[in-house]
Each structure stands twice: as structure tokens, then as C-alpha cells.
């Protein structure tokens, strides 16, 4: 596609609930990255995958948050047994290459949750 | 302390003036820096970046590294109402053989007609 396509564009949770937030990436970028935005902050980093491998996921809060990128394009960010500090919205990037220093990167429209 | 540190905001300055926006980092050994613009609502856009120390203009915007005070800026220049946005100053420490960039969290403009 033209750009980063994320889905849904919001969803809403009951608390203890699992989500799963979908990641479509631009054609041939070879890095993904997930970030975390809280209302009023910055994007916080949670994951990136390099293709299909996942290089780090230092950012993830806790072991609920799980991410994968099995053929190196789409990924999904699944939270399990959400949490209200989960409420949040996660926004998906992607970028053509690896390690240049200089490499834009692309926003999806993120996804908002809201856990209730 | 955190990576990257901005101005908490908001900032308000009227229509055709300068505006000013100010970013700090802790790790002395960062090579990259970006600006990256939000819309209410939307995803950051990149608008600058700067590799080096000095200035960098591009149209209305300027942007300025001191790696040695380890402080970027970002200078707008004939502020329009469109420019009403949150500015999000990204880094790159070169920490990791992949281009991790960490946000700080964002400075909120309003432009005033």
C-alpha cells in the first residue's frame, strides 16, 4: 500500500480482555517499530523487528504485551488481560533500511484503545 | 532523567512571528536528531532532521545542533495558524545497530491569527 495502514482505528476493552492491533507496514521496509502514546506525551518505544526477527523488545511494559512479524510484513501487537494503563495509542512505524542514522520514519494512523 | 526533554508548553505566539522550541539530550554519543510534527489526533510527521552541529534551514524552518551542549532547537519563522501543532524532538543515540529513535514528549504550539 501507500503508506502504514493500522487497524482498527480504535477499539475499545473491557478490562482483562486480549486485543490483537494490526500492523501493515509499506511495501519492502525492512524495520518495524511499535510505539506506545499516552494522552499528552510523547511515543514511547516498545518493539522493533528487523524483517521477521525481533531485535528488541526492550520497550514491551510486561509480559501481557506480545508482538510478532512472522513473514517480515504485517505484524500484530496483542495485549493480554488488559489493564486501564494500557489505554493508550500504539502507533506503528516503519522505515526502508537498517542502521543508516539518517532513516525517516513512516507513522501508521495508530490504533486507540481504551480499556474500561 | 529522561533521553529527551523539551519544553513542557504549551507555547503561543501570534501569527508572522518566530517561534521557538528547545530539546535536550542525555547521551552525549547521539548522531542523529529529528523533528517531527503532530497534528491533533494524527501521527508524527518528520519535518527536520540534523546530523550535524550547526544550522539547517529548510523553508521557514530552521533547525540547530550543539552536540557539545548536547541541545537541538527548531526555529519557525512567519508562524501561520497551520503551524499549530505538538513538536516531537527524536534521537537517535547509535546505541544499537538499528536506527531506535526515542521521542521526548513534545512541546504543543498554538499559533494565534
Known amino acids: 500500500g501507500a503508506g502504514v495502514s493500522q487497524s482498527p482505528r480504535y477499539k475499545v476493552a473491557k478490562r482483562g480482555q486480549d486485543v490483537a492491533l494490526r500492523c501493515d507496514p509499506i511495501s519492502g521496509h525492512v524495520s518495524l517499530f511499535w510505539y506506545q502514546q499516552a494522552l499528552g506525551q510523547g511515543p514511547e518505544f516498545l518493539t522493533y523487528?528487523?524483517?521477521?526477527?525481533?531485535?528488541?523488545k526492550s520497550g514491551l511494559p510486561s509480559d501481557r504485551f506480545f508482538a510478532e512479524r512472522p513473514e517480515g510484513s504485517v505484524s500484530t501487537l496483542k495485549i493480554q488481560r488488559t489493564q486501564q494503563e494500557d489505554s493508550a495509542v500504539y502507533l506503528c512505524?516503519?522505515?526502508?533500511?537498517?542502521?543508516?542514522?539518517?532513516?525517516?520514519?513512516?507513522f501508521g494512523s495508530g490504533t486507540q484503545l481504551s480499556v474500561l | 532523567q529522561k533521553e529527551v526533554e523539551q519544553n513542557s508548553g504549551p507555547l503561543s505566539v501570534p501569527e508572522g512571528a518566530i517561534a521557538s522550541l528547545n530539546c535536550t539530550y542525555s547521551d552525549r554519543g547521539s548522531q542523529s536528531f529529528f523533528w517531527y510534527r503532530q497534528y491533533s489526533g494524527k501521527s508524527p510527521e518528520l519535518i527536520m532532521s540534523i546530523y550535524s552541529n550547526g544550522d539547517k534551514e529548510d523553508g521557514r524552518f530552521t533547525a540547530q545542533l550543539n552536540k557539545a551542549s548536547q541541545y537541538v532547537s527548531l526555529l519557525i519563522r512567519d508562524s501561520q495558524p497551520s503551524d499549530s501543532a505538538t513538536y516531537l524532538c527524536?534521537?537517535?543515540?547509535?546505541?544499537?545497530?538499528?536506527?531506535?529513535?526515542?521521542f521526548g514528549p513534545g512541546t504543543s504550539l498554538s499559533v494565534i491569527p
Open positions: 527524536a534521537v537517535n543515540t547509535g546505541k544499537t545497530s538499528y536506527d531506535k529513535v526515542i
Open positions: 523487528f528487523q524483517n521477521e526477527a525481533q531485535l528488541d
Open positions: 512505524a516503519s522505515s526502508l533500511t537498517v542502521g543508516q542514522g539518517t532513516e525517516k520514519l513512516f
